[in-house]
């Protein structure tokens, strides 16, 4: 029972949900957090994510990039400029897609943890 409510919890911080309801938006702007959930209550303002949030979205980004990187490498010959232009394209728009959502579950995380 206990590992089904961290996963709740997760999984509704990574779809930028308030953990707790779930029916209220946690961020207000992109990665800037509303002071309290107005459906339940909870404070969000005591809850700090600081830099984790991105060093780990750094680290999954560079564990997708990296192995199809060398992959595209090995099999295929894409021109040097191609993959200069590509690459940090795809790198910039999965780390902006993923920051907020890692976010929302590093204050989940945090949420289910205190109350415990």
Not at 3 to 13: A, P, V
Not at 19 to 42: A, D, E, M, Q, W
Request: proline share 6%; net charge positive; aromatic share 14%.
């Amino acid at each position: 029972m206990m590992q089904k409510n961290k996963l709740k919890f997760l999984r509704r911080g990574f779809a930028k949900k308030c953990p707790n309801c779930g029916l209220f938006p946690i961020f207000s702007r992109y990665v800037k957090t509303h002071k309290k959930c107005s459906k339940c209550g909870i404070n969000f303002s005591e809850y700090k994510s600081d830099d984790g949030p991105a060093y780990c979205t750094i680290f999954i980004v560079g564990h997708i990039l990296i192995p199809l990187i060398l992959l595209t490498e090995k099999n295929f010959s894409f021109p040097t400029m191609i993959q200069m232009i590509i690459w940090p394209i795809i790198t910039l728009v999965l780390t902006l897609w993923l920051l907020p959502k890692v976010k929302g579950a590093f204050l989940a995380f945090q949420i289910f943890v205190k109350d415990k």
